[in-house]
């Protein structure tokens, strides 16, 4: 017999980035609540820029986030450049480009590989998988690793690089410099490619999302670095009109805000940039998207490895492009003198579009900063999927759902410490 009341609780997510928790309760066979519960501390990003010079933006928001920092001084630059009117030389933002290709290739190898995989091949954790099948995990550290040397390469480290400034760079890489890295990338193609071949032969559940997605668009090529911001329905609109649009609120189960777009839900990241910008991928990626059964538009969460595949596929091939037509910049830097003003700033980390806004006052202080991460836009369309997920799948026993479950999860690759940047305390006193 069906107990009338089932409560499903996940108390921490695993092989996610950051610590949350899952609770969903049904009564009498009908779905009463889901909650994506994200527990780690507040960290007051935005509290503790204000005050802060115009220049520190890039180092201090880098540090949100170990595995996507590049996103948070690239959003940054990119907002503050706004606010202090500055246009960053095309050879810079090239070489910002560049940067982010890394970010991308090991953001995503470390989803796919370590976080992911193993719930489509019944391995508990990556660790388990490679006593069986090392050579699969050796590619994938070994396709991680050239994306962490590209990094290092550009940014000068890999985790929260140091050559990274306002206006560009503090020095920029001699031509010849580059010989190394091309060779390491042109073998990581390879390694790229084939992990599309991989995880395309996975068995993927059924589900088809219906939100709304959003992500940046650029002229002629797949978005990284910056962009305009497009949407799978209703008009685009400028960067300077996010919050208009995107708005954030609090709710009781977490310390991150949830957004929405235009009051409803939507979905920021790598389905979201396929979407709206798989006619834009390069040639190789393009074709291995195709070998790999993807079409114009993918709509299932769960497969969204096989996107975040075809991404590295992307980014390795963008890299070699870039190093290829790469003209050392006649300076590292543009200066960008402070000035009274409001800059918003977008770029697309590899979970999803990155948004920061600053207000910059006539001392060239920060007196206002605006973060909003891709984990926090999509927590309300997660939440509405595993409700979904949940309610098609009743039949199942507890612990066969709860895995189910956290699996849609991880398919999101939620970067909960990202998220979790704000809190509104209220205190009673009597």
Same mark, same amino acid.
């Given at each position: 017999?069906?107990?009338?009341?089932?409560?499903?609780?996940?108390?921490?997510?695993?092989?996610?980035?950051?610590?949350?928790?899952?609770?969903?309760?049904?009564?009498? +066979?009908?779905?009463?609540?889901?909650?994506?519960?994200?527990?780690?501390?507040?960290?007051?990003?935005?509290?503790?820029?204000? +005050?802060?010079?115009?220049?520190?933006?890039?180092?201090?928001?880098?540090?949100?986030?170990?595995?996507?920092?590049?996103?948070?001084?690239?959003? &940054?630059?990119?907002?503050?450049?706004? &606010?202090?009117?500055?246009?960053?030389?095309?050879?810079?933002?090239?070489?910002?480009?560049?940067?982010?290709? +890394?970010?991308?290739?090991?953001?995503?190898?470390?989803?796919?590989?370590?976080?992911?995989?193993?719930?489509?091949?019944?391995?508990?954790?990556?660790?388990?998988?490679?006593?069986?099948?090392?050579?699969?995990?050796?590619?994938?550290?070994?396709?991680?690793?050239?994306?962490?040397?590209?990094?290092? *390469?550009?940014?000068?480290?890999?985790?929260?690089?140091?050559?990274?400034?306002?206006?560009?760079?503090?020095?920029?890489?001699?031509?010849?410099?580059?010989?190394?890295?091309?060779?390491?990338?042109?073998?990581?193609?390879?390694?790229?490619?084939?992990?599309?071949?991989?995880?395309?032969?996975?068995?993927?559940?059924?589900?088809?999302?219906?939100?709304?997605?959003?992500?940046?668009?650029?002229?002629?090529?797949?978005?990284?670095?910056?962009?305009?911001?497009?949407?799978?329905? +209703?008009?685009?609109?400028?960067?300077?009109? *996010?919050?208009?649009?995107?708005?954030?609120?609090?709710?009781?189960?977490?310390?991150?805000?949830?957004?929405?777009?235009?009051?409803?839900?939507?979905?920021?990241?790598?389905?979201?940039?396929?979407?709206?910008?798989?006619?834009?991928?390069?040639?190789?990626?393009?074709?291995?998207?195709?070998?790999?059964?993807?079409?114009?538009?993918?709509?299932?969460? *769960?497969?969204?490895?096989?996107?975040?595949?075809?991404?590295?596929?992307?980014?390795?091939?963008?890299?070699?492009?870039?190093?290829?037509?790469?003209?050392?910049?006649?300076?590292?830097?543009?200066?960008?003198?402070?000035?009274?003003?409001?800059?918003?700033?977008?770029?697309?980390?590899?979970?999803?579009?990155?948004?920061?806004?600053?207000?910059?006052?006539?001392?060239?202080?920060?007196?206002?900063?605006?973060?909003?991460?891709?984990?926090?836009?999509?927590? &309300?369309?997660?939440?509405?999927?595993?409700?979904?997920?949940?309610?098609?799948?009743?039949?199942?026993?507890?612990?066969?759902?709860?895995?189910?479950?956290?699996?849609?999860?991880?398919?999101?690759?939620?970067?909960?410490?990202?998220?979790?940047?704000?809190?509104?305390?209220?205190?009673?006193?009597?």
């Amino acid at each position: 017999m069906t107990p009338a009341t089932r409560t499903l609780s996940v108390g921490t997510l695993t092989r996610v980035e950051g610590e949350g928790a899952l609770h969903v309760t049904l009564s009498n +066979g009908v779905l009463q609540s889901v909650e994506l519960n994200i527990y780690e501390p507040p960290r007051f990003f935005e509290a503790f820029l204000r +005050g802060r010079a115009h220049t520190e933006p890039p180092d201090l928001t880098a540090r949100v986030c170990g595995i996507c920092p590049v996103a948070y001084q690239v959003s &940054a630059c990119n907002a503050i450049e706004d &606010a202090c009117g500055v246009r960053v030389d095309p050879e810079l933002v090239a070489l910002r480009r560049l940067l982010y290709c +890394g970010e991308w290739i090991h953001s995503h190898v470390l989803h796919i590989y370590l976080l992911h995989a193993p719930d489509f091949l019944g391995y508990p954790d990556a660790i388990a998988l490679a006593r069986d099948e090392r050579d699969i995990v050796e590619r994938g550290l070994r396709l991680k690793k050239a994306g962490n040397q590209l990094m290092e *390469f550009v940014g000068g480290r890999a985790i929260h690089p140091v050559n990274v400034r306002l206006g560009g760079f503090y020095s920029v890489p001699r031509r010849s410099q580059f010989a190394p890295l091309a060779e390491q990338l042109r073998r990581a193609l390879d390694d790229a490619l084939a992990t599309v071949e991989w995880v395309s032969g996975f068995d993927f559940p059924e589900l088809e999302l219906d939100h709304e997605l959003l992500a940046l668009r650029q002229a002629g090529r797949y978005p990284i670095e910056n962009g305009a911001i497009a949407r799978s329905a +209703g008009p685009a609109f400028p960067v300077a009109e *996010f919050t208009e649009h995107v708005r954030e609120s609090q709710v009781p189960h977490s310390t991150a805000l949830h957004a929405t777009l235009d009051g409803g839900c939507h979905l920021t990241g790598p389905l979201a940039r396929y979407n709206l910008n798989s006619s834009a991928l390069s040639p190789i990626a393009a074709q291995a998207a195709a070998s790999a059964g993807l079409g114009a538009e993918c709509r299932n969460p *769960f497969r969204s490895i096989v996107v975040r595949a075809v991404e590295v596929v992307y980014a390795v091939e963008e890299a070699l492009r870039i190093i290829e037509e790469y003209q050392r910049p006649a300076r590292p830097f543009v200066d960008v003198e402070a000035r009274a003003g409001v800059g918003h700033g977008v770029s697309e980390a590899p979970r999803g579009l990155l948004y920061h806004r600053y207000r910059i006052d006539d001392d060239g202080l920060v007196s206002a900063a605006t973060l909003i991460p891709p984990t926090s836009q999509n927590q &309300a369309a997660i939440e509405a999927d595993l409700a979904r997920l949940v309610a098609a799948n009743l039949a199942l026993e507890d612990a066969a759902l709860t895995t189910m479950c956290e699996r849609l999860i991880r398919s999101y690759d939620p970067c909960i410490s990202c998220s979790t940047h704000f809190l509104t305390l209220t205190v009673r006193r009597g």
